[in-house]
């Protein structure tokens, strides 16, 4: 078994992208620059956020955090949004899921000039994505697709089992690994709350990608032996003997699975750490005008 090490890898990549601003630095140019918009004060959220605005700082990107209550109208969001969008030394800019329940989570997404998506949520990136034109990937997707890519490893002709359908993270990656390409060319299944008969996809599965949202979901008795697994969970479990009273755990029984894998990736420091990461790739191909020209 070999840890698929996000850490590791996230810092690499983080190292190389200093590189690339320091040298556009040296030849006169400006940082690139990432805004995050936060509305309310949920706790996750703050953390995501928080570690997104210290990445930008560790690899000499602008930055700048936008701050709302939860009260914030649906309307003053879009106007924050109509403002990114027409701010020329903005790259790009997100704005932090979930959002409170008066404001539609859809409608401040498709507000967001797709040229400066860099979560790759807009469905212009979605679509372009689907058939293969330039676009930014969502964030989840791209951390997971650069760390197989990274650790070389094959996934033409793979039997793929995606668990769980999200808009961000399954439903994405199912269309990214189906694809021509490299990583790709997967035979893709993904499962879902509807789906009969999960644990007999998944056995046959040589790369598993667990996104549900559920702790400890994916069992040894589930894994083929020497399949790569992917885990997406971000799950907050009580932990009294911690200092902050809770831990982070993904949707794999990591004990008792990880014997049986060539591949898996831990929790914490794993998917999360290149979700973050690709929110900086986005941003420095969206200064570079990589996508759009
Ligand atoms: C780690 C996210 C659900 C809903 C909205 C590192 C992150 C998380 C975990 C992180 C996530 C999850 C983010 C770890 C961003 C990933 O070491 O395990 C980093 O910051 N993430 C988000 O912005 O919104 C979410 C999950």
Redesign the pocket.
């Known amino acids: 078994m070999e840890l698929l090490d996000?850490?590791y890898l996230s810092q690499t990549i983080k190292d190389e992208i200093k590189i690339e601003v320091d040298k556009i630095l040296a030849d006169g140019g400006r940082k690139p620059h990432l805004v995050a918009v936060l509305v309310g004060e949920n706790p996750?959220?703050q953390?995501?956020?928080r570690?997104?605005v210290r990445s930008c700082e560790q690899v000499g990107f602008g930055s700048a955090l936008i701050e709302r209550d939860s009260d914030i109208s649906e309307e003053d969001l879009l106007n924050i949004v109509d403002d990114l969008n027409n701010d020329d030394s903005v790259d790009g800019f997100i704005v932090?899921?979930?959002l409170p329940d008066h404001i539609d989570p859809d409608k401040v997404t498709m507000a967001i000039d797709p040229k400066k998506d860099v979560d790759g949520f807009h469905p212009i990136n979605l679509g372009r994505m689907t058939i293969g034109l330039p676009a930014y990937l969502p964030?989840?997707p791209n951390g997971i697709l650069e760390m197989l890519s990274r650790y070389n490893i094959e996934t033409s002709g793979k039997e793929c089992v995606i668990i769980g359908r999200s808009n961000i993270v399954g439903t994405p990656m199912s269309i990214l690994l189906s694809r021509k390409s490299d990583p790709g060319n997967c035979t893709v299944t993904l499962c879902h709350s509807r789906t009969k008969d999960m644990v007999d996809h998944i056995r046959r599965a040589d790369i598993i990608i667990a996104a549900i949202g559920r702790p400890n979901f994916v069992t040894a008795d589930m894994v083929k032996k020497g399949a790569v697994v992917i885990d997406v969970g971000?799950n907050r479990v009580d932990a009294p003997e911690r200092k902050r009273g809770y831990k982070?755990v993904g949707d794999v029984d990591f004990e008792n699975v990880a014997p049986l894998c060539s591949y898996i990736t831990p929790?914490?420091?794993?998917?999360?750490?290149m979700?973050?990461v690709s929110l900086l790739m986005n941003t420095l191909r969206s200064y570079r005008k990589e996508v759009y020209g």
Not at 267 to 273: A, F, K, R, T
């Open positions: 996000g850490k996750a959220s953390s995501y956020v570690s997104k932090q899921l979930p964030a989840t971000i982070l929790v914490p420091g794993g998917v999360g750490l979700t973050v």
